[in-house]
């Protein structure tokens, strides 16, 4: 079965690279911009795994993280990226029930092995 990834970020050539290399290796992804659009696809299908930046229009990765383990009650896996991988952020998304972080810049090859990791567990 096609396992799914909701991918969240709003650096389009980001992630067409992101989209491209996890199709290749078999995902189903679903790409949105920002926490509007996060909160939308969350009310109609449920992923197998996020990857979400930290730093997004309307809400942040942080309180993706928030809204998904306290409102939503989820406990799927959260990867969070951010190229502001400042301690405070990584361990707020930590503290919230992140299941890891990637600081940008970052290889595909990184992110895919840290997906696959998750989602065998």
């Known amino acids: ?6 991918l969240a970020d709003d650096d389009e ?3 067409s690279l992101l989209q491209f290399r996890l199709k290749k290796e078999g995902y189903e992804v679903t790409f949105v911009k920002n926490g ?4 939308e696809y969350l009310s109609k299908s449920i992923p197998d795994i996020i ?3 930290i730093m997004m229009p309307y809400f942040s ?9 306290n409102e ?5 896996p959260i990867i969070i990226i951010s ?4 301690e405070e952020n990584v361990l707020s998304a930590f ?4 299941s890891d972080f990637v600081a940008k810049p970052f290889s595909p090859t990184e992110l895919l092995i840290r997906i696959t990791k998750e989602l065998n567990k």
């Open 72 to 76: 939503l009650k989820l406990k799927i």
């Open 36 to 39: 509007k659009e996060v909160k």
């Open 95 to 98: 503290e919230l029930g992140a």
């Open 13 to 15: 050539l980001l992630v």
């Open 51 to 53: 990857v979400s930046d």
């Open 83 to 86: 190229s502001a991988g400042n």
């Open 1 to 6: 079965m096609t396992k799914k990834i909701l």
């Open 61 to 69: 990765g942080i309180e993706l993280v928030d809204f998904v383990r």
